[in-house]
């Protein structure tokens, strides 16, 4: 008897961490497992992707929530819905927004002109048109300040304060002086910024300008950038040291010591001394991902190793779906050995070896979340 309490318990603690991808198939919505099998039959006429744990589908006109088992876990009653963040989710009843918990309880927050998503534990309040922060308990972070908050990268946000720039944590901390011009996304306690007519680059809040620079792009996940400099691009390293000359027309973030360049309106990708390690004969090119594939173009798109070899053969587009605008980046590679494609007028998610999970195309398909 305590095994099989323990096994349903283990079957769904499974069933809540899997992730699902929202497919469409015949005019109906379900979510689609990576088995290449359904969680959850299409059934429904509207319905959006998973997001911390719950899913918003829509049934006789109204919206509610289900689990990735397809549960009932909010009864639907709302004429519109967004998305769950650190248990709270915004919602429209009786022609108001209203904040909700996952018992569908209506939460009290603060005053505010509108209601923004939380994400990763923070949400937007504008009063008097100054933007401050609030956490999931409705408790101000940081009191409405700024004249701007982007939306947090990790757990940085760029704020702006007449006209200036800076950097705050999820805690509402100053980490970046509002004194810029403009300003990057913060990665590794550095980000790049104009000063004036100077670009440079913010480490430990302060600005060293880097001589000739008129552009420089965000840090992603490699110590390095890349810069623009008498027209032509190279790659800066964290300190504003070039690693690579400026001598491309277009590049993308470095990625495992291998990025894309254009050179001549064709893309290859180099080492970090700026070396070609595979030389530039594609359309087009992405950077490479985790699984050690990277997106190249020959009129349609495949997939190509870190030595170059196209391991799936230019046949398909990878363009985003766009079912939903939830998600702000778009990932066009593959993402946990699997990647999202497009082949003639169906979507489908394809292997690492070009197998097509479950050998299921859809009329649409959203990536795997949960």
């Known amino acids: 008897m305590k095994n099989a309490a323990f096994l349903l318990v283990l079957f769904f603690q499974f069933v809540g961490a899997q992730e699902l991808a929202l497919v469409k198939q015949d005019g109906k919505f379900g979510y689609l497992a990576k088995s290449g099998e359904f969680a959850i039959k299409p059934t429904f006429k509207e319905a959006e992707s998973f997001s911390d744990g719950l899913a918003g589908v829509q049934e006789n006109g109204k919206w509610g929530f289900i689990d990735p088992s397809g549960k009932w876990i909010i009864e639907p009653s709302f004429s519109k819905v967004k998305f769950f963040d650190s248990g709270v989710c915004i919602v429209e009843k009786d022609k108001q927004w209203v904040y909700i918990n996952k018992k569908g309880e209506v939460l009290k927050v603060p005053s505010s002109d509108k209601l923004f998503d939380f994400e990763g534990g923070v949400a937007f309040i504008r009063q008097n048109n100054k933007v401050g922060l609030i956490n999931p308990k409705g408790e101000i972070v940081l009191q409405p300040t700024y004249d701007i908050i982007k939306p947090f990268d990790g757990d940085f946000a760029r704020v702006k304060n007449n006209d200036k720039w800076g950097i705050i944590d999820k805690k509402g901390k100053l980490v970046v002086n509002t004194e810029y011009d403009e300003i990057g996304d913060f990665f590794k306690n550095t980000t790049w910024a104009r000063k004036g007519e100077n670009f440079g680059l913010v480490t430990a809040n302060n600005f060293t300008a880097i001589e000739g620079v008129d552009k420089i792009w965000d840090f992603n996940t490699e110590d390095n950038t890349f810069a623009r400099k008498g027209g032509k691009i190279g790659f800066i390293d964290l300190k504003g040291n070039w690693i690579i000359e400026p001598k491309f027309k277009k590049v993308k973030a470095f990625y495992k010591n291998l990025a894309p360049v254009d050179e001549n309106g064709k893309w290859g ?48 587009d990878i363009t985003a779906a766009s079912l ?47």
């Open 269 to 316: 990708y180099v080492n970090v001394k700026g070396e070609y390690v595979i030389q530039p004969t594609y359309d087009d090119a992405e950077v490479f991902g985790p699984d050690g594939l990277a997106p190249v173009k020959e009129k349609k798109w495949g997939f190509i190793d870190v030595a170059g070899k196209l391991v799936i053969p230019t046949k398909y």
């Open 324 to 370: 939903t605008s939830m998600f702000k980046k778009t990932d066009k590679g593959f993402i946990n050995g699997l990647a999202r494609v497009k082949s003639g007028d169906q979507w489908g998610f394809i292997k690492t070896n070009g197998e097509v999970l479950g050998g299921k195309w859809f009329k649409n398909a959203e990536l795997f979340k949960k």
